[in-house]
């Protein structure tokens, strides 16, 4: 029986021990968390990835897992509504699925078939390679010997590091960041996101399911984030100061926050995910960035595609092959939305804002979003699954 190391239990990691558990193969999953992480911010299943959803047996429930929400708002600086639009930010079509990564990652565990084994608390520290398998030393103390090695332990994964090499060989900075986390729903709203954008810098305040509480999203621009807690609070606080609407409550908010995540609006290119017999998937293989809300597709995608391969005994560069086209034409489509995540002066920022007030009275309104959409889409379907 083939035997898997997947190292990372998030939505890449879990979908991947769907599949091969599967197709027979005995696998082993790795997680520094002490359990499956809840929270996150609002992601998307959309294109190939719905398809792989409904191959799964989840999408019915992730859309009764879904965000629910109804409609997005622009705000200005007083809060005042400048404009409405139907649906979540992300939502490109009403098939899409919107959910909270923690809710998608916590349904694809629950699918898993028995037999998989789950260590929690712990992380990969050692590779070594050999010609039928990997030995693999752990963190907490011994090693084990497997066929296979999977790294789904995202952007700063610890497998590519150690059998690919370092982040700064892969990471590409796209001038931006964002801070993510949960608050209480002060503003009183339901089912709805409100975003607030200034001169280099947005704010999202989106509502979970049942509206008990937000995800705050702040993207802001600037070098990557340092990694000493302070001094990226003090960033993020240099980055806002002087906001106008909900923002300096929000700051406040952020410093006590229990779930706070900072990252770069980063991609990871590489020439390949493969090496021998370890693999990258999902963000640890080609993250394209939060801005193109692909990342979960990619890696629901990427998943079912190296799974078979493993399964079916293929070499695994067969994967790289299956792979690459996607890859990049949904990293292309980053690039776009990380010049123009945010206006880059004040005159930019009122002219924003009178092009999104007068947006819903546009009678052409409804060509002008499809073609703001329409890469994004194609980005989204840009594979044919194979059955």
Not at 313 to 334: C, K, P
Not at 341 to 352: D, G, I, S
Request: glycine share 10%.
């Amino acid at each position: 029986m083939t035997r898997v190391l997947i190292s990372g239990a998030s939505i890449a990691g879990n979908a991947l021990a769907y599949w091969l558990r599967r197709a027979g193969c005995e696998v082993v999953v790795v997680e520094r968390a002490s359990c499956v992480r809840d929270g996150g911010y609002a992601v998307d299943i959309r294109g190939v990835a719905l398809e792989v959803a409904e191959r799964m047996g989840i999408a019915e429930e992730a859309r009764r897992r879904g965000t629910d929400t109804i409609g997005t708002s622009f705000v200005d600086r007083s809060g005042r509504r400048i404009a409405t639009l139907p649906l979540g930010f992300g939502v490109l079509d009403p098939a899409d699925i919107e959910i909270m990564k923690g809710d998608l990652s916590r349904l694809l565990h629950d699918a898993v078939p028995p037999g998989v084994e789950w260590r929690f608390g712990d992380t990969v520290t050692a590779l070594r390679p050999r010609p039928d398998g990997v030995a693999v030393e752990f963190e907490r103390g011994g090693a084990d010997d497997f066929d296979f090695v999977v790294g789904a332990d995202g952007i700063f994964s610890r497998v590519r590091s150690l059998a690919f090499g370092p982040l700064e060989s892969y990471l590409h900075h796209l001038g931006s960041n964002a801070a993510i986390f949960t608050a209480p729903n002060e503003l009183g709203i339901e089912r709805w996101q409100l975003v607030h954008s200034a001169p280099g810098r947005v704010v999202s305040v989106k509502t979970d399911r049942g509206s008990h509480e937000v995800k705050v999203t702040l993207l802001y621009g600037g070098p990557v984030p340092p990694r000493d807690t302070a001094q990226r609070l003090r960033a993020i606080e240099a980055a806002f100061d002087g906001g106008g609407w909900v923002v300096p409550r929000l700051l406040e908010l952020m410093r006590t926050a229990a779930d706070l995540y900072v990252a770069p609006n980063a991609q990871i290119r590489m020439d390949g995910w493969t090496a021998g017999r370890v693999a990258l998937v999902g963000d640890a293989a080609y993250a394209p960035s939060s801005l193109t809300g692909q990342g979960t597709g990619m890696a629901l995608t990427g998943a079912y595609l190296l799974a078979r391969v493993i399964a079916d005994g293929s070499d695994l560069s067969s994967y790289d092959r299956a792979m690459r086209g996607f890859v990049e034409v949904n990293q292309r489509a980053a690039l776009r939305p990380a010049r123009g995540f945010a206006p880059k002066t004040e005159r930019a920022a009122r002219l924003q804002a009178l092009s999104i007030r007068m947006l819903p009275y546009m009678p052409w309104r409804d060509l002008i979003v499809a073609a703001m959409m329409k890469e994004a889409k194609r980005a989204a379907g840009a594979l044919a699954l194979p059955g």
